[in-house]
Nanobody, 125 residues
Framework: QVQLVESGGGLVQAGGSLRLSCVASGRTFGYTMGWFRQAPGKEREFVGCAWRSTGKTYYADSVKGRFTISRDNAKNTVSLQMDNLKPEETAVYYC???????????????????WGQGTQVSVSA
């Protein structure tokens, strides 16, 4: 069992930055760690992930070049640095984890077994 707790959300102006953190209760080594977001009335959307075996990161096209995922297995932490934020990126951001994810499913939130409670990110125009 893995319990995830996100933090770092808040209100920021367009063009600003935020850094989100996700701390796991257990070891995250061997788990793919993903970040998703969900705006009101919309489906949960893939933001990016750090692959379990290689640590390689993958991103949604909409955030490439602006968002960066980093993980520290020793501290059971994965972070999401978000730069040049846009108002349309206002959402609740979630951290997810899974041990058996396959590459073709990394963008599907239904394939992640563990989730945090989410942290609100609001970007004002």
């Amino acid at each position: 069992q893995v319990q995830l707790v996100e933090s770092g959300g808040g209100l920021v102006q367009a063009g600003g930055s935020l850094r989100l953190s996700c701390v796991a209760s257990g070891r995250t080594f061997g788990y793919t760690m993903g970040w998703f977001r969900q705006a009101p009335g919309k489906e949960r959307e893939f933001v990016g992930c750090a692959w379990r075996s290689t640590g390689k990161t993958y991103y949604a096209d909409s955030v490439k070049g602006r968002f960066t995922i980093s993980r520290d297995n020793a501290k059971n932490t994965v972070s999401l640095q978000m730069d040049n934020l846009k108002p349309e990126e206002t959402a609740v951001y979630y951290c997810g984890a899974d041990r058996q994810l396959i590459m073709s499913s990394m963008r599907n939130p239904e394939q992640y077994d563990y989730w945090g409670q989410g942290t609100q990110v609001s970007v004002s125009a």
